[in-house]
């Protein structure tokens, strides 16, 4: 069974950093690629970053410069430091995995960014 377990969202002022983590089971870690994905009240779903079992990082527009995707394979881990959060930042925050074609959610992580 497929789960993945973010934390590490909350209120932070712009300007800011949070550094989100997401835990994974039930896949083989090290052979899967990561992803994030952020869906803010009243719009879509949108990828933010992922990272494939090779270490390439790819990254939305929207996030480019400020955030950075990384993985501990001995930790099944995979982290989003953001930095320089602006309040359109502000939205729930999903780990993502695909396994065998199906994707794969967590619950997500509520990043809010306000004065």
């Known amino acids: 069974q497929v789960q993945l377990v973010e934390s590490g969202g909350g209120l932070v002022q712009p300007g800011g950093s949070l550094r989100l983590s997401c835990v994974a089971s039930?896949?083989?870690?090290?052979?899967?690629?990561m992803a994030w994905y952020r869906q803010a009240p009243g719009k879509e779903r949108e990828f933010v970053a992922r990272?494939?079992?090779?270490?390439?990082?790819f990254f939305a527009d929207s996030v480019k410069g400020r955030v950075a995707i990384s993985r501990d394979n001995p930790k099944n881990t995979v982290y989003l430091q953001m930095n320089s959060l602006k309040p359109e930042d502000t939205a729930v925050y999903y780990c993502?995995?695909?396994?065998?074609?199906?994707?794969?959610w967590g619950q997500g992580t509520q990043v809010t960014v306000s004065s």
């Open positions: 039930g896949i083989t870690f090290w052979g899967a690629t």
């Open positions: 993502n995995v695909n396994k065998n074609g199906y994707n794969y």
């Open positions: 990272i494939t079992t090779g270490g390439s990082i």
